[in-house]
């Protein structure tokens, strides 16, 4: 009896000297609390109330902002353009870094250059990057223009961004062009982790080109390859300053992503509350892609 | 060594693909590079021009006169360094926790830290800009600075917690039983053995707060207040782009952290790979 008092005694007094490590946790937890946790839950009353344009709150429980929000005439263009964006970007950008991964990790001429130039779009914001795309598919003055008249490869300057689709292919086109750097030193940092020996045996055994790849590569890349799909998912699905830059909806509303819409929802038509609607629909979407991943992550684990 | 067709057909395409992948990623950098010393009446021509027809080297003297890209960058400057500064501090004692000790609760705030990396500040800027109008935090640099080191705590912790599960437990213990406290142990043993952890996170943060746009667009209205990212954009008038200070701008507003990575490049792409297959 006296024993289990007693050690009741000290399993309470090390609890307590646990708990001590919330101090040191302190200061992490306040600023994703005041500043993370907050604004998340901000969303959500906003919301589910009537906003006024001064952006009062005046009235909780009510679904008018999603009413709003689905009445609106773009919005299932917003969430297909979401899709096609999130999925073309990353599914072309795991391709081509793939590739270039494999490119940078063989031994070539000039390969210290090429590698410090997939450093340099990190030193350059994305607004930077996407005002000279801006100009440079510019219908009038741009340099694409003026550069594909002077090789003789056109006739006339073509309005790339005149049309929705012909605007939304080029920005995902720059989408692809800011993704592929990070992606790809991902990537090169899994290569490298690849032990030589896998290699020197398929040599021995007359592996092709084609077999190592397909057979060694591949499947050993794999556990980097997913965490860069996810990890880029949610960067793409998140990217703002592009079309915020170069169109901005335009024409028509028709080439905004969620993101890009959410800000002009709020921004520039004053209508917070259908902004923090579509934010909660943006939730639900990632929620989705999380749930459909860990799926297939457990197939594939169970196969 | 004779090489087969097939090795020469891959070398012309390795070095085909490297070439133009490069050429892709410098094609932006170039355009505004030409352009940021071509006058007005050669950017505007139509067609478009691709060098400038005389090179204004003095459009760079100029650019300084007549916007004040003085305070933008310092601006910028105040976000990124101490929007850095508050992150690390922070996330050191947070990310020593969460990798040296045992408490209630660890699992769920594992979990809660990798979930906040979801939640990109873009998807919820109605809630954000409401909370920092309540906190008086509107058209306020500090209010950036906040967010800038909220919004990449939970990545930083999460790299230092790495970083500390790393470094063996035996020096600390010795420093322990020799009387150091928890604290200066940590400070005088674990601290310097964590230094290239802890830089890359500062390096990462601090590049992310000088490329801020996000946020500064929707809380930064005070034109005395705009960061460099800002201050590109307000050249986007309603009445066209005044693209002769966007280049310019632009081109000098990647020399900071050109100069940091020229000093630093060894060391990041160790830091990052390490970090990017870990997260």
């Known amino acids: ?303 | 060594m004779k090489h087969s067709k097939g090795y020469r057909l891959g070398r012309v395409v390795l070095y085909l693909f490297a070439w133009l992948m490069s050429l892709f990623i410098l094609y932006p950098y170039l355009v505004m590079l030409l352009n940021s010393f071509k006058d007005l009446d050669t950017m505007f021509r139509i067609p478009g021009t691709l060098l400038p027809e005389i090179w204004h080297w003095e459009n760079y003297v100029n650019i300084w006169k007549d916007v004040p890209l003085l305070t933008y960058f310092r601006n910028s400057a105040v976000v990124a360094v101490f929007g850095t500064l508050l992150c690390i501090v922070c996330a050191i004692p947070g990310g020593y926790a969460l990798a040296r000790m045992q408490f209630p609760g660890k699992k769920t705030l594992m979990s809660l830290v990798v979930m906040t990396q979801m939640f990109s500040p873009v998807v919820m800027m109605v809630g954000i800009y409401r909370v920092m109008s309540a906190y008086g935090l509107v058209n306020s640099l500090t209010g950036i600075v906040l967010l800038v080191a909220a919004f990449n705590q939970a990545f930083a912790v999460w790299l230092l917690q790495g970083t500390f599960a790393t470094i063996s437990h035996e020096l600390e213990e010795a420093a322990r039983i020799d009387g150091c406290s928890r604290l200066s142990a940590m400070i005088r043993i674990v601290l310097p053995l964590a230094a290239p952890g802890i830089v890359t996170a500062m390096t990462f943060v601090f590049i992310s707060g000088w490329n801020e746009y996000m946020l500064s667009l929707i809380l930064i209205g005070d034109a005395n207040l705009r960061t460099i990212n800002l201050g590109i954009r307000a050249f986007f008038g309603y009445t066209g782009t005044e693209w002769w200070y966007v280049f310019g701008a632009s081109i000098l507003s990647t020399l900071p952290i050109l100069a940091f990575f020229g000093i630093l490049q060894r060391h990041l792409t160790g830091g990052l790979t390490a970090g990017g297959v870990k997260g």
Request: glycine share 4%; aromatic share 12%; charged share 15%.
């Open chain 1, 1 to 303: 009896m006296e024993n289990e008092a007693k050690l009741a005694r000290r399993l309470r007094r090390e609890r307590v000297r646990q708990m001590r490590a919330y101090l040191w946790l302190a200061p992490m937890l306040l600023l994703l609390l005041v500043f993370v946790l907050r604004p998340v839950i901000e969303v959500f009353r906003v919301a589910f109330s009537t906003v006024t344009a001064a952006n009062l709150v005046r009235q909780f429980g009510t679904l008018d902002n999603f009413r709003y929000l689905f009445a609106q005439k773009e919005f299932p263009r917003v969430m297909t353009n979401t899709v096609i964006w999130t999925v073309a970007i990353v599914a072309l950008s795991v391709l081509l870094s793939l590739i270039a991964a494999l490119v940078l990790n063989e031994t070539f001429k000039g390969r210290a250059f090429h590698r410090t130039v997939l450093l340099l779009p990190w030193a350059t914001s994305l607004l930077v990057t996407s005002a000279a795309w801006k100009y440079i598919l510019d219908y009038h003055y741009g340099a694409l223009n003026a550069l594909l008249l002077r090789l003789g490869l056109i006739k006339s300057s073509i309005n790339f961004l005149g049309s929705a689709g012909s605007a939304f292919t080029w920005m995902i086109v720059v989408g692809i062009i800011v993704t592929i750097p990070f992606m790809t030193f991902t990537l090169l940092s899994g290569l490298q982790s690849i032990s030589h020996d896998f290699y020197e045996a398929a040599v021995i055994d007359g592996a092709s080109f084609w077999d190592k790849l397909f057979r060694i590569t591949l499947p050993l890349l794999r556990p980097a390859i997913n965490v860069t799909i996810v990890l880029n998912v949610i960067y793409v699905f998140n990217s703002f300053a592009i079309i915020n830059t170069i169109t901005n909806g335009a024409p028509a509303n028709k080439t905004h992503t969620i993101t890009t819409y959410l800000y002009t929802l709020a921004f520039q038509k004053q209508k917070y509350g259908a902004s923090a609607a579509l934010s909660l629909v943006s939730f639900v979407v990632l929620a989705v892609f999380a749930v459909l991943y860990m799926r297939t992550q457990m197939k594939e684990d169970n196969a």
